[in-house]
């Protein structure tokens, strides 16, 4: 914030997690000013993972999404304004310009606009039956066309969410398909080897993979998709078509305003942007990583909870650094798996197993120059707080110990 600067007034652009925990924060640090919240959907905030695990599958309902209870935002005298977008950034007077017309003032703005689904430019991309799978909405629809099970499920895209959609599609009773551009899904990921632990788990669930492949079009009947034609030519019988093929940040407000964007909003380590007092949280931030020296961009929800908590503390002239370890899990079929630690400092390191793939109960560990950088467990509760004190330790660490069961997590960091 600029020095000295009374804040009275904060607009959010995103009613996401990042956004309403960035709102509910402001309150709890004591902050009493206007709050805006803008959000283009018309629910109120809600939380994501659920959406493609517990709710898809009909295991949890509505009430395990929202951030808060919807009665909050009035409760604490927050301007929540759902169907509604900032259009456009002033960043000189300090206004924000809304869909559909009006404006706002703000002492600090911050920009929390989340992901898009990319889109693949097919032919029959319109026809009934193809979506691609982000918002509540979606999860929604998805999980109508699933429930009467008998169907033929085609997901393109290998990565997590692909992934999990499958499994869920997978315990509907449907038939399932699963393109993807890897050779071996999710090897980008957590590499070859665990990328080939999945795979086999899903194909003992009866999900059929064509790897290295492509969609080329998708043909239909009266409006509605029957077929996906891979790339080779291959016919696949499709009811229900699901386009998981990852996620861009939504940089176009930032960038129409002048911020400087690499890979997302650059922002330092209090979030704060190249513009004076705006700030960026959540998937469409890319902030600097204290750990690391290097900018980050993280698309889990634990970046999006602790990025709003950061933001808000920064907004108001405090003393905030986003340092966490970066989180995310993922639960398919009999498998619970948590993951923490940089990816990018993961990439091409075998990783050190501790316990048996076989048995589905293991934890994987990923070093650079010696050091834990990432950890994965598998059916092992309870011990992410373990891998996240060994990351943080930057300690050196013989990769005989960390295989070892009998070496107990906390033990390594005593050697």
């Known amino acids: 914030m600029t020095v000295g600067r009374t804040i009275e007034s904060i607009v959010i652009a995103g009613a996401g997690l990042a956004g309403a925990t960035a709102a509910r924060t402001l309150r709890s640090e004591g902050y009493r000013g206007r709050i805006s919240l803008i959000g283009a959907e018309l629910h109120h905030p809600y939380l994501r993972p659920p959406l493609s695990k517990e709710y898809l599958l009909g295991k949890a309902g509505e009430d395990a999404v929202p951030v808060a209870p919807d009665a909050w935002y009035a409760e604490n005298d927050v301007d929540l304004r759902l169907g509604v977008t900032v259009a456009a950034v002033d960043p000189g007077p300090h206004t924000v310009h809304l869909s559909g017309g009006g404006s706002l003032d703000y002492d600090a703005l911050l920009l929390a606009t989340g992901a898009l689904p990319r889109r693949i430019p097919l032919p029959g991309s319109g026809l009934d039956g193809v979506a691609t799978f982000r918002t509540l909405d979606d999860s929604r629809r998805l999980r109508e066309q699933l429930l009467p099970g008998g169907k033929n499920v085609v997901m393109i895209g290998s990565g997590w969410i692909g992934m999990e959609l499958a499994a869920a599609a997978t315990a509907y009773g449907n038939q399932v398909t699963l393109l993807g551009l890897e050779d071996i899904p999710l090897a980008a990921a957590v590499g070859p080897e665990l990328g080939t632990f999945f795979r086999s788990l899903h194909e003992a669930n009866g999900v059929r993979f064509r790897l290295g492949a492509t969609a080329a079009e998708l043909r239909g009947d009266s409006g509605r998709v029957t077929a996906v034609v891979t790339g080779s030519g291959e016919i696949l019988p499709a009811d229900v078509v699901v386009v998981a093929v990852g996620v861009a940040p939504d940089i176009s407000l930032a960038e129409a305003a002048g911020l400087a964007i690499d890979n997302g909003i650059l922002a330092d380590a209090s979030l704060r942007t ?89 934890i994987a560990f990923w070093q650079h120059e010696g050091r834990v950088v990432a950890g994965m467990n598998v059916n092992i509760p309870r011990t992410q707080k373990a891998i996240k004190a060994l990351i943080s330790s930057r300690a050196t660490i013989k990769p005989g110990r960390l295989a070892d069961p009998a070496v107990a997590l906390d033990q390594l960091l005593a050697d």
């Open 274 to 362: 190249s513009a004076t007092d705006i700030f960026a949280a959540g998937d469409v931030a890319n902030a600097l990583h204290p750990f690391t020296g290097q900018h980050h961009r993280s698309e889990h929800w634990s970046n999006a909870l602790n990025g709003g908590k950061v933001a808000a503390k920064s907004m108001l002239g405090h003393e905030a650094t986003l340092d966490t370890i970066p989180y995310f899990y993922t639960d398919q079929y009999d498998i619970s798996m948590e993951y923490s630690g940089f990816p990018t400092l993961a990439a091409g390191a075998e990783p050190v197993i501790r316990g048996t793939l076989a048995g589905k109960e293991f």
